[in-house]
């Protein structure tokens, strides 16, 4: 009997950690000395379904999952299963996984540029080979992970460049599977803020388990372990763990108490609970008794955030109306509605109101209300709130500039001094001008008369509300910048991709349920938003690949005029229509500057592809010289089978080499039905095979084989434009002889002529009488 999803999951659990932990924060653990047994535990199993995996290229290449942490989680358990499959070309491989809470992982597995101006925070990550006919199994643990959303994507080395032909090469398919198993407690001890609460651990014993809520305008968390009191003659050991647990940074505060101690929290997040583990050091049968308190630093606004003031706040804005009006914009103050919790207060920030508007999938602008810019000044901080709290926002580029106005203001010496953090602003400039908060590092900026504007990219920014603090500094004290002014002006804005990706490259929107954007880069150009160009192609090449994918389709017209001379004046056509698409599809299909479309891209793709299949239909039919009636008939309904298969799968090879099978055997059938009947071999002579067929064949040959295994994405411009000339120069030399009763070139003579007379031509030239 397979035992059940409860007893799977507690299996998982249990079973030993992988023996290389991935990180310190990421490490074997089963709650304490309780077991998942324990009745103040949960476990539950989340499943996603297996992804095929890629060679990465881009980001579309890398497969994301998305789970979702409960709250009051303890230990966290991902079981990463990777498989390949059975075929030829499988061999060993290694698999690499990225994680990230908040937001999906930026990664650089090829060693790319980012754009100027980028802060670059690369998640997570680890390597596992895949031998051949295994399937790898790998476990990653976190205790106390943070709650919400966590995202982990995975893919496979970077990719070869060859142009796999589908249908001729079967290459080996690898998949990835990820399931979580979490364990979560449901008998957590709340804290009051400035209430004692008497606690007892005895060991061996599962931690202590503790939360209290952070409400906003916080400005310090301050924890109080007092009272410690033990049954036995060993120290009073505690460890006290703040915080949840994030990948790949060191997110938690521990403190190793030895008796009483305590500490404070500067920044702590807004409107989240806290966890707060306290774990017993002492030997076995030791019983600890300790009292928790815990308490805030309030900071108050200096101006009350209410309807009013937003009122007149938009009133001012109108001068300035918000770009496509209002009907999905939303008021946001500096940090949502003021709480007043129990502890000190003091009016240390003052709030400017922002407005969010909706464009867009993942592509907001946030605009702020009153005046041109945001003044700023010593004490106290401006600060402004970017919400990209919906669980939506976390898929694109923040893009966040700062302007100082230098007209009407002195400024001095002073500079201004920014800090974008996300879940808690940073209320207060240190002696070293840290922009961090209790558990993360935020992002500064500075602006000044010297260096008056300053921009900062953030690629997939965390799901969280963002607070950006700006505040005057003075290099020789606060009393200088009692006298100088300054006025910012902030321009904050969410969009999909970084400058659309650039010149050369495109923006795509990835992904079905969480939506998310990446760039794919063309010629040669690479990095993150397609702005390095260590391999990029010059303006020359690329109008050389340009005019050589286009001009050689200039090699049909020997075919043309070979099939006008013979009186193939279906042929003739349908080269005349191959050509002409092929050159406008290659014109349009360049991955530079050297562009031209004519029309639709996937119209003149499908044009293309169906002239080059048409083109060997009825190439083949005419070398098999059937009779017209039939040979009209096969060439309409190959064109239609041919645009039918087409329009089910493009580039799949046999869908192109089906309808040419096809042809030739009914060329083959043909020219042994008259060898037969004739006793002789068919064509008959010996000049046609040998200044003719021989090499029309060996160009066809040589074409395929150029096309199916020589052609990558680097040669591509020159191997293809080879295909063009083979294949155009092979029909030229494979077209058969017009009728011997037909003179070359009568096909003008009887467009311009209006009266005929009738000739009684024989059909079958080589008939036996």
């Not at 994507?153 to 249908?167: M, Q, R």
């Not at 400035?194 to 503790?210: E, F, G, N, V, Y």
């Not at 404070?264 to 774990?279: N, Q």
Request: a neutral charge; aromatic letters at 10%.
């Amino acid at each position: 009997m397979a035992p059940g999803p409860l007893a799977l999951a507690l299996l998982v659990l249990l079973a030993p950690a992988d023996p290389s932990p991935p990180a310190e924060e990421a490490r074997s653990s089963n709650g304490g000395g309780g077991g998942p047994d324990d009745r103040s535990f949960v476990a539950e199993y989340f499943v996603q379904g297996a992804q095929k995996l890629s060679f990465y290229s881009w980001y579309a290449n890398a497969r994301l999952f998305r789970f979702r942490v409960p709250e009051d989680t303890v230990q966290l358990r991902w079981l990463l299963q990777a498989s390949q499959g059975r075929g030829p070309d499988c061999g060993s491989t290694n698999v690499t996984v990225h994680f990230r809470h908040g937001a999906p992982p930026v990664i650089n597995p090829l060693g790319t540029q980012f754009p100027a101006n980028t802060s670059v925070r690369l998640a997570y990550n680890l390597t596992t080979t895949l031998a051949t006919l295994v399937q790898n199994t790998t476990f990653v643990n976190v205790t106390g992970p943070a709650a919400g959303d966590w995202f982990m994507v995975a893919h496979l080395p970077k990719a070869a460049g060859k142009i796999e032909v589908k249908g001729i090469s079967t290459p080996c398919t690898y998949s990835f599977q990820p399931d979580m198993f979490v364990l979560r407690v449901i008998d957590s001890l709340i804290l009051e803020p400035d209430t004692p609460a008497q606690q007892t651990i005895a060991q061996p014993a599962r931690p202590l388990h503790a939360k209290i809520f952070v409400p906003s305008y916080s400005a310090a968390l301050h924890f109080e372990l007092g009272g410690c009191k033990v049954n036995t003659s060993s120290p009073c050991a505690l460890r006290v763990t703040l915080g949840s647990a994030t990948l790949p940074s060191r997110s938690q505060k521990v403190l190793n108490c030895s008796g009483d101690c305590s500490g404070v929290l500067a920044s702590p997040p807004w409107e989240k609970w806290l966890p707060i583990t306290v774990e017993s050091l002492s030997g076995p049968g030791t019983s600890i008794s300790f009292q928790l308190k815990a308490s805030f630093t309030v900071c108050k606004p200096d101006r009350a955030s209410s309807f009013l003031s937003f009122y007149h706040s938009l009133n001012r804005s109108q001068e300035a109306p918000l770009p496509g009006g209002s009907p999905n914009a939303t008021l946001l103050t500096g940090a949502g509605a003021a709480h007043n919790p129990l502890g000190q207060s003091s009016r240390c920030l003052r709030n400017q109101p922002v407005i969010r508007e909706d464009l867009d999938v993942v592509s907001l602008h946030f605009r702020v209300l009153g005046d041109v810019g945001v003044p700023v000044q010593a004490e106290p901080p401006a600060l402004l709130l970017f919400n990209l709290n919906s669980g939506m926002d976390s898929g694109g580029t923040l893009v966040l500039n700062l302007a100082l106005n230098q007209t009407g203001w002195s400024l001095g010496n002073a500079s201004v001094w920014a800090c974008l953090s996300a879940s808690s602003p940073v209320l207060s400039v240190n002696a070293t001008r840290g922009c961090h908060t209790a558990f993360s590092q935020g992002y500064p900026l500075n602006v000044s008369t010297s260096s008056p504007d300053a921009t900062l990219i953030i690629p997939y920014p965390e799901t969280a509300n963002w607070f950006l603090s700006l505040q005057l500094l003075c290099p020789e004290g606060v009393g200088e910048c009692d006298k100088a002014k300054a006025q910012v002006s902030v321009v904050t804005l969410l969009s999909p991709c970084f400058d659309n990706c650039g010149t050369y490259g495109q923006c795509s929107l990835l992904g079905r349920s969480y939506p998310y954007a990446g760039c794919s880069c063309k010629a040669g150009w690479s990095g993150w938003s397609c702005t390095e160009d260590t391999k990029a192609q010059p303006v020359g090449t690329q109008i050389l690949a340009t005019l050589l994918l286009t001009l050689s389709n200039l090699f049909f017209l020997p075919a043309i005029a070979v099939a006008l001379y013979h009186y193939h004046l279906v042929e003739a056509s349908v080269y005349t229509f191959n050509m002409f698409f092929s050159t406008f599809y290659h014109a349009c299909d360049q991955p530079g500057i050297a562009v031209m479309c004519i029309m639709d891209y996937d119209t003149l793709q499908f044009c293309d592809f169906f002239g080059s299949v048409v083109s060997i239909w009825v190439t083949v039919l005419c070398m098999a010289r059937l009779e017209k009636t039939l040979k009209y008939v096969l060439c309409v309904l190959g064109t239609l089978f041919i645009a039918m298969s087409l329009q089910l799968d493009r580039r799949g090879v046999w869908n192109m080499m089906g309808p040419c099978l096809v042809a030739l055997l009914i060329m083959i059938a043909a020219w042994v039905h008259r060898g037969v009947t004739r006793r002789d071999c068919y064509p008959p002579s010996w000049k046609r095979w040998a200044f003719f067929l021989c090499p029309g064949i060996t160009l066809a040959v040589v074409a395929i084989m150029v096309y199916a295994f020589i052609q990558t994405k680097e040669n591509y411009f020159y191997t293809h434009s080879i295909w063009h000339i083979l294949v155009a120069s092979s029909v030229a030399f494979l077209l058969p002889p017009g009728d011997k009763l037909q003179n070359p070139w009568d096909w003008s003579r009887k467009l311009l002529c209006r009266y005929q007379i009738c000739k009684n031509d024989r059909e079958e030239l080589y008939a036996v009488t």
